[in-house]
């Protein structure tokens, strides 16, 4: 029997007895297939199987709404299409430089029988490794408004196994720590969510493209089998729309392993629109460096006074430092009106067009224009949406006058307390990834695009591939980043290998790494190697990445800082050479415009070894591999956590490397090219 039939029979056998299949579909290599079947209450659902194995059990479909009868009973099929798509498109900059788009469209028309006889579409995209769908609701004469209270969407995962995920609707927002619970044993969880089943089989669940509407977090209600569960607004409608719009994308990345699942991450940006901004040439990947640190150490201040951090002092050091090293922008927080007393959740008075006395932003931008640097701007809300809203176009015109091509925003207050204010003065709170806060992102990084400007977003809504649609907006944070190291109840040493296969599945972080010195407040000890500092420049994806420690770190490392100043935040391929979620992760991306590779490995609390292939490099060619490893005896609890080895070994296709990580290390790899020049170092 073909493989498509086997697929098609285990999905028949895994409808209910009084469910009959409609229609089915499967992916370009036959591995994945998809059957939507109704039920004798016209219920219609959809359901899973990868090489003839449920993977999704009978899952169902429909919408909850505050103002009209439910909409997922009396069903029938109208009509179901297939079609099939193989293209490939090139990004600006990323981690691939071209993508591969191949799937098969699965599109069904349901409609109620009775009653109000509403219309309902359903669009399964289908690819090698995943399945992403999403509804349509077409205008029509029973429906010509949405008022969603949540989707009914399931996603009865077939068996029990292993979660990693982070609690949604908690006060922090998405900056927690991932847990690591039995499927069976997970609450209310925000997307991206991993899970290896009992089987083996990796799953990832996460959405795409989320466009004026709220996004999803998923809710166990029974066993394994799960529910959307949009985020709230202020409102009783959860999203609230005209009719004749289609929903984001629900997508669930399928593998073998982790590293499949990286690599399935891809379809979130198969899954939105292409590029709307025309000629992008003027968007500047690279590294910053920062006036912040200081900050997040608490030596200096974001407020005016005898310890503010945003000088015109303490800026030109950063702008002489980042010259003197090749580092193409400087961030400053901290720069402008608005910080002084209490701002946390209450920006009110942020004047983003308005410096403080101290800090002389023509001087500081025509000083850094003439060494070669920018400066990132700093647009923090305290919460204060409304207020930001008003100042968009002052704001993004002011950076953009004084040079600036990147400005990283921040929405700094606790989850359900954004402050939104109408247009007759009424007030109400918002949640940071409700659909007003969707909209109002897109304003800004539409607006911003506007000035040339790109955004790096904290305390964002999550990352669902719109970089492709909005190339300017080249990051975001949304999870616990290295600031968190600086404070008590620091990451763990697993954080960042949880955060490849879960998180970053999303899209790139801004997770500023390269803390050298292993010290946070108070003198507090970092819970890492000084080679693992390294090694995130390569493992955590950003095209904007940050050189997040003070020069006088740096000039105290500086071989260890050699690879920083080498590494690029722009590649033209990625590959994950191995990995285990929260466990371990070793990749390689080789550098846009070189033959260069580079290599990040990161471990968790356990001394791990693993041997790799060089069969990423060129055949026929001897590369210079300048290794930067954990030196003996080191250890992220011990004072020796700073032991490093850095050398240089020829290598070449099919040499093997034995990587050696220590307890919270990691290892970093510069592969350089023949004919390379290794002199030269990279920005």
Avoid: C
């Avoid at 801004?510 to 010195?517: A, L, M």
């Avoid at 920083?564 to 994950?576: A, C, E, G, M, Y």
């Avoid at 026929?620 to 080191?634: C, E, F, M, S």
């Avoid at 093997?656 to 002199?679: D, N, S, W």
Wanted: charged content about 25%; glycine content about 10%; aromatic content about 10%.
């Amino acid at each position: 029997m073909t493989r498509t039939f086997v697929s098609l029979l285990a999905l028949v056998a895994a409808q209910p007895a009084l469910a009959d299949v409609v229609a089915t579909a499967t992916s370009p290599d036959k591995s994945i297939a998809v059957a939507v079947s109704i039920d004798n209450d016209g219920r219609a659902s959809y359901a899973i199987t990868r090489k003839g194995k449920p993977v999704i059990a009978n899952s169902a479909l429909g919408f909850l709404f505050t103002d009209a009868p439910k909409l997922d009973r009396y069903f029938a099929l109208v009509d179901a299409k297939t079609s099939k798509s193989d293209t490939t498109w090139t990004q600006p900059f990323g981690e691939w430089q071209s993508i591969r788009d191949n799937h098969t469209d699965l599109v069904i028309r349901l409609k109620e029988k009775v009653r109000d006889q509403r219309e309902m579409q359903v669009t399964f995209r289908i690819f090698d490794d995943g399945v992403g769908f999403r509804y349509t609701l077409p205008d029509q004469p029973n429906l010509h408004h949405a008022n969603i209270a949540d989707e009914l969407t399931e996603f009865a995962i077939a068996e029990d196994g292993v979660a990693w995920w982070k609690p949604a609707y908690g006060w922090n927002r998405e900056e927690y720590l991932y847990n690591a619970t039995p499927i069976s044993g997970v609450g209310t969880a925000q997307t991206v969510a991993t899970f290896k089943l009992a089987s083996g089989t990796h799953l990832a669940i996460h959405e795409a493209a989320l466009v004026d509407y709220s996004a999803m977090n998923l809710q166990r209600f029974e066993g394994t089998k799960f529910k959307a569960n949009l985020t709230p607004g202020s409102g009783a409608p959860k999203v609230s729309r005209d009719a004749g719009f289609s929903t984001p994308w629900r997508t669930i990345a399928i593998a073998d392993d982790a590293p499949g699942l990286y690599y399935a991450s891809r379809m979130t940006l198969n899954l939105n629109e292409p590029n709307k901004l025309g000629d992008v040439s003027w968007i500047e990947p690279g590294k910053f460096a920062g006036v912040w640190w200081n900050m997040i150490k608490g030596v200096w201040s974001w407020s005016r006074g005898p310890i503010h951090g945003a000088t015109n002092a303490h800026v030109r050091q950063y702008i002489d430092f980042a010259a003197a090293n090749g580092i193409k922008s400087v961030l400053v927080e901290g720069w402008n009106v608005g910080w002084d007393g209490d701002w946390f959740g209450n920006g009110n008075d942020m004047n983003f067009s308005q410096p403080t006395e101290d800090f002389d932003i023509k001087a500081l931008s025509e000083y850094a224009r003439g060494k070669g640097v920018r400066l990132i701007g700093h647009h923090e809300t305290g919460g204060s949406v409304s207020h930001y809203d008003k100042q968009l176009d002052t704001a993004f015109k002011f950076a953009a006058d004084h040079g600036e091509r990147t400005v990283k925003t921040g929405y700094v207050s606790d989850a359900g307390q954004i402050e939104r204010v109408d247009a007759d003065g009424s007030k109400h709170r918002e949640w940071h990834e409700g659909q007003w806060m969707v909209n109002h992102h897109q304003r800004v990084v539409e607006t911003a695009a506007k000035y040339k400007v790109s955004i790096d977003s904290h305390e964002p809504v999550k990352d669902t591939g719109l970089r492709r649609t909005y190339p300017n907006w080249v990051a975001r944070e949304g999870g616990r980043g290295m600031e968190y190291m600086s404070w008590a109840g620091k990451n763990p040493p697993e954080h960042e290998a949880n955060m490849v296969f879960t998180q970053l599945l999303g899209g790139p972080m801004d997770f500023t790494p390269g803390i050298v010195s292993l010290k946070g407040s108070e003198n507090s000890d970092i819970p890492s190697t000084l080679a693992k500092q390294l090694a995130n420049y390569v493992v955590i994806y950003s095209p904007v990445v940050m050189v997040a420690d003070t020069p006088e770190a740096y000039a105290q490392y500086p071989g260890a800082f050699q690879f920083i100043k080498d590494v690029p935040t722009d590649w033209s391929d990625t590959r994950v050479l191995n990995g285990e979620v929260g466990d371990y992760v070793t990749i390689v991306r080789k550098a846009k415009g070189s033959n260069d590779w580079f290599l990040g490995s990161v471990g968790d609390e356990q001394p791990r070894t693993t041997t790799i292939s060089l069969d990423f490099l060129d055949p026929g060619k001897t590369y210079t591999a300048q290794v930067y490893r954990d030196g003996p005896n080191a250890d992220y609890r011990t004072p020796n956590r700073h032991a490093i080895t850095i050398e240089s070994r020829p290598v070449k296709r099919g040499d093997t490397l034995t990587l050696a990580l220590a307890p919270g290390g990691g290892q970093a790899i510069r592969f350089v090219a023949p004919g390379g020049a290794k002199g030269k170092r990279r920005k």
